[in-house]
Structure formats: C-alpha cells, structure tokens
C-alpha cells in the first residue's frame, strides 16, 4: 500500500521553506515491513531509500535543523532500532563536452574539450507540490541552473513509484515491482555550448556496510519491450559472501532516447564508467541530514551516444531511466508472444520430421502385391 507526502511534518508558519527546495515521502507499507523513498530537492537531487522491519516506522524530521543543510542526524526513521538497509542515489553533475572527433569517449578527450559542468546542487528546483500526482504515485522535478544555456531549458527527474509488477508505457519499459521505484531523467531544450556537444550524467551512491560498488551486465535473447537492446545494467552490492542477498540496486537498459515519443531511429545507446569510491559525501542535504558523518560513497558516469549519432543539437532533448529498489532486481522473462513464437518456430519443424518418420515406417511396413509367381 503506497501513500505519498509532501514536506512531512512542517508547519509552514513557523519555518517556511526556501524556494526550490522540498521533501517528497512515499511510504510502502508491505505486511511486516516498510520501504520508505525520500526525494529531495536541497543541494543536489537525491533517492533515499530506507528499509524498516516495522510497519509503523515514520520520518520524523527537524526542519530548523534540516534547513541548515549540515546538521547529522536532522532527518530519522523511527524507531531507529527498526532500519534494516538505507542507501542513497544521488544526482551531482552534468558534463558536457565537445566531442570534435565524434569519438563519444569522454575519457579520452583532453580537459579542453570539457565545458564548465553544470553542478546539480546549485540549481534552482521547482516546486513539487505543483507536480505531485498521489493517484499516479508519480512527481516531476525539474531545475534549471544560472547560465544562459537554461533560459528555455530544463533537468527533469519523473519520480515513479509502484505498488504491484509491472513495465512503464513508454520506453524502456523497465520490469518494475513493488520493491522498487522509478526515475526518468530528461535534458529537454537545453542550449549546447558547441555544435558537436555530448553530455555525461555523474551519479553517486551513499550506503552503510554494503554499499553499491560494481556493476553487472546481463544478457538476453529479447528485446520485445526495448527493441534492439539486449543488456541490462545492474548496479548492485558486493555482497559479504556467496549466499548474501542482493539489498539496494540500480538497474537501467543502455539506451537513452532523443525524442519524448522515441521510434527505433530516436535510440542512442549508453555506457557506465566504472564505480569508484568517492573520498566526501556528495553536496545533498537530504544525504547530510539522514547519513552524515563518514559514509562509503561509490561514483560513476553515465555517457551518452556513440560514434556516429547525431549530436545533442540535433533534437535538443534526451532522456534515460533507472530503476531503483531493494532485493533482488527484477530479470526479464520471455512474454506469452514470444513463447509461442518459439514453439510454433521449433514446434513446426519437429512435427514434420515426426510425420515424415511415421509416413516412412507405414511404407516399409505396407505388404508389397507379388509381380512373380515361382514354379512349385
């Protein structure tokens, strides 16, 4: 059962909150336990997700102190004693680079074909009261940073969250579950500072004992829901040994899309650079105010396009999701559609081989008529 909240526990009157900066609380209350996401939108834009062994753990947060932005321990789940796993996703820069050379390898270039990144923290984030659909379980947050490239221009988050399985309408059509939640990231009108510009997304994740540091990739024989993409990305925990669960995870498909409503043309694959540890907490406050303190912190680049692809000024819009949930991510499966292509494709062939073998025993078996009578 899911039940969204905007700004939990403010009293507006007493301590107003700056512009551009909310909470955003969805609780999944299961039968014995409660998945809490927390998105927030002061500093850079952050995902908490907090597992209670509880079904009455709440989000108590002191707001004076949370405003502060540096104040450990500002924001709880209580009872304390009743978390099991929290970890953060969180969404720090936006790189742009001019790929001269249409190589679409960042880390090749040298640091003068790199522009000025955009740092999420100090963009300005607009309201979410004005986005929030409790029935859709879904929110939009979009900012926008100071620089003239932005005048028409946005970063958008699309917030999804889920109470049963099942595949957003538009690509990738990501497998969802009940245990997981949703991001769709749009640059959309942004201007490029060069004709041949390609951006990278840096992403961060803060964690406890366990916290997300490799990531694997998953091969597959269907692309019916994300045509011609047939690898899945999971950013998972090294788990302490061999039968330790999978807790926190990302997963996403290698693909980004360059128009709002994609056809197969409008595809344009991505890669992840290695996750490597991070020395600091990333600028979130929400990551301030829950963690603080020494956390272990992984980072990683998300590139996008390849050699060949137009270039972002093309269409001025791209968009990529990520999944992110607790326990095992969820795997494709062949659809219905697909299994019965495969039996009638493998199905029709057995069965004429059977029915040739049959039709050759009844001949070798049939009594053949006598075209010469012996003398006695």
């Not at 360059?258 to 890669?271: G, L, M, Y």
């Not at 499966?333 to 081989?353: H, N, Q």
Request: hydrophobic share 35%.
């Amino acid at each position: 059962m899911l039940s969204l909240e905007l700004n939990p526990g403010l009293n507006s009157s007493l301590t107003p909150l700056p512009p551009g900066v909310g909470l955003l609380h969805v609780r999944a209350l299961g039968k014995n336990n409660t998945l809490h996401y927390l998105l927030c939108s002061q500093g850079a834009p952050a995902l908490l997700l907090v597992h209670t062994n509880s079904t009455s753990s709440k989000v108590k947060v002191d707001w004076p102190a949370f405003l502060v932005q540096n104040t450990t321990g500002s924001l709880k789940l209580t009872p304390e004693s009743s978390v099991l796993y929290s970890n953060a996703l969180v969404f720090t820069r936006l790189w742009e680079y001019d790929d001269v050379n249409d190589t679409a390898v960042p880390e090749h270039l040298p640091p003068s074909s790199f522009f000025q990144p955009y740092d999420l923290q100090n963009f300005t984030w607009d309201d979410l009261n004005k986005t929030l659909d409790p029935m859709a379980h879904t929110a939009l947050l979009c900012g926008r940073g100071a620089s003239e490239s932005f005048s028409n221009g946005s970063l958008c988050l699309k917030f999804s969250a889920f109470d049963v399985e099942g595949r957003d309408q538009g690509w990738p059509s990501l497998l969802h579950n009940a245990n997981s939640s949703q991001l769709r990231v749009v640059l959309d009108g942004v201007v490029p500072r060069s004709n041949r510009s390609r951006f990278s997304l840096e992403l961060q994740v803060v964690g406890g004992t366990q916290v997300m540091s490799r990531v694997d990739v998953l091969q597959s024989i269907d692309d019916e829901y994300t045509p011609s993409i047939f690898k899945v990305s999971q950013w998972v925990s090294s788990p302490v040994n061999s039968t330790s669960p999978v807790l926190g995870y990302a997963q996403w498909k290698p693909v980004a899309y360059r128009r709002p409503s994609p056809v197969f043309e409008d595809a344009t694959p991505c890669r992840h650079s290695t996750p490597v540890p991070v020395a600091q907490l990333p600028p979130s406050g929400l990551v301030r105010a829950y963690f603080g303190g020494e956390r272990q912190t992984t980072g990683l680049n998300m590139t996008f396009s390849i050699t060949g692809d137009p270039f972002y000024n093309t269409t001025n819009y791209l968009s990529w999701t990520v999944l992110v949930g607790l326990g095992s991510p969820p795997v494709d499966s062949f659809s219905p559609l697909v299994l019965v292509i495969m039996a009638v494709g493998l199905g029709t062939p057995m069965l004429i081989i059977l029915l040739g073998g049959v039709c050759v025993c009844v001949r070798k078996n049939r009594p053949q008529p006598q075209v010469y009578e012996p003398i006695n």
